[in-house]
Structures are given as C-alpha cells and as structure tokens.
C-alpha cells in the first residue's frame, strides 16, 4: 500500500530534550516535506526537500533540522525543543513534476514540550 | 508574497443541500491553487488542483472548484452535501517564485446535519 508513515504518532517530551520525529514513503517520490498544523494559523511549512541532500527552509524553519540520506526518509530534529513547539506535525511527500505534484501527508504527529 | 485566506473558521449545511467553502488568494503571476480535505485523526488528502484552463475544475467525492480571476477568488462546491463530508477543508497555494513552497489556509469546519 502507498503510503507516508510517521513515528511516533503521540509524544511528550520536555523543554531542551532532543527528538527525531521519523518519516518514510514507499511510492519513490522525489519531494518531501514537514508541516505544523496550528488552531487558527492552519498548515505552515517548516523545511522541504527536493531530493536527496537537497534540502531547504520553508516558512517557520526557527527550531528545527531536517536530513536527507535516503530518497524514502526525511526525518524530523528538534535539538532543543521548546514549548511553542508544541503542536501537530505532518510529513509529506510528491513527485515533483507540475502535472505529478499532488502531496500525500502522513498521519500526523502530535508533539507536547513541557 | 503567496498567500491564501479562508474567510470562514466554520460552515453550516444540511444534508443535501448544497455547500460552497470560500477561499481567496493572493499570488504574483498565474495562481496554482489546491484544496486538501482532512478528516478527524487522518492527515490530508488531496481533492483537486487548479494550474491553468477551465475554471471549473472537478475533484474527488463529487467535490468541484470555481476559479474565479477578476475576484481572486477559489471556492470550494458540492452540489449535494452528505454527513460524511464533514470534516476540515484547506485551501492552497504553491509559489510562483519557488514552486518547493506552499502556502495554507486557516482551514474551515464543514459541518454537515442529517
């Protein structure tokens, strides 16, 4: 099945303690990306790749880093998390051509800093 | 810069009548605009796009779309809601500028009553 996973699915973790939030797609897809999913603000995007070892800030990247060693995985880091960091976080990946570019999003993550 | 409003957090109707969800853009150039939809604990789903000629675009679920230039204007329509189209809707924006970047709406609730 084509599919975006993520894991963990639910964590709480405190102030400072570092976490790596995974994602991985089976459908081959070039580009892949990181939301946060905010009451009121709606989907902003934290940082994009176009491939691997390519990668780049989107609009709210402040917190966090992203690598990308393998085509299938793009996880998510948060050296120092802080509580404004708290919030529901999607993974998202496409073909990157024009006619081929519909994302497919991941599950969620929903991430409380205490 | 990109950017994409939802002028309602939330939108009323009852089973079969018909709904529209209302969303406004803002881009340099031609606009390339899509909605997502989001049931409860899922991430999003791709409805349908909008790049270039007909400005009625039709979706996935019997959901259809009226690009509209002279209003800056993309709302979302269904002809005959059902119960389970209830769920979160999110208008989109890719950038013109840097076609990696996307830029989201607020969301709005569609809430649709027996």
């Known amino acids: 099945e084509a599919q975006v996973t993520q894991n963990p699915r639910y964590l709480i973790t405190v102030t400072g303690k570092k976490l790596t939030v995974t994602c991985s797609q089976n459908m081959n897809h070039e580009y892949m990306s990181w939301y946060r999913q905010d009451p009121g603000l709606g989907l902003r995007q934290i940082y994009y790749s176009m491939n691997v070892e390519v990668t780049d800030k989107g609009d709210v990247p402040e917190g966090y880093k992203v690598s990308r060693k393998e085509k299938r995985n793009f996880p998510l880091i948060l050296e120092s998390p802080s509580p404004n960091q708290t919030s529901l976080y999607f993974c998202?990946?496409?073909?990157?051509?024009?006619?081929?570019?519909?994302?497919?999003f991941g599950p969620g993550t929903r991430l409380t800093v205490l | 810069a990109q950017s994409v409003a939802q002028p309602e957090d939330q939108v009323n109707v009852a089973e079969g009548n018909p709904l529209t969800v209302k969303c406004t853009y803002s881009v340099s150039g031609n606009p390339y605009l899509f909605w997502y939809v989001q049931y409860p604990n899922r991430g999003l789903q791709f409805l349908l796009k909008?790049?270039?000629?007909?400005?009625l675009v039709k979706g996935s679920y019997g959901f259809e779309a009226e690009f509209n230039k002279s209003q800056t204007s993309f709302h979302l329509k269904k002809p005959s809601a059902l119960v389970s189209d209830s769920a979160l809707y999110f208008c989109a924006v890719r950038d013109n500028e840097d076609f990696n970047k996307f830029y989201f709406g607020s969301g709005t609730k569609l809430n649709v009553k027996p």
């Open positions: 909008y790049i270039t000629g007909d400005n």
């Open positions: 998202a990946s496409s073909f990157t051509g024009l006619d081929t570019d519909t994302q497919y």
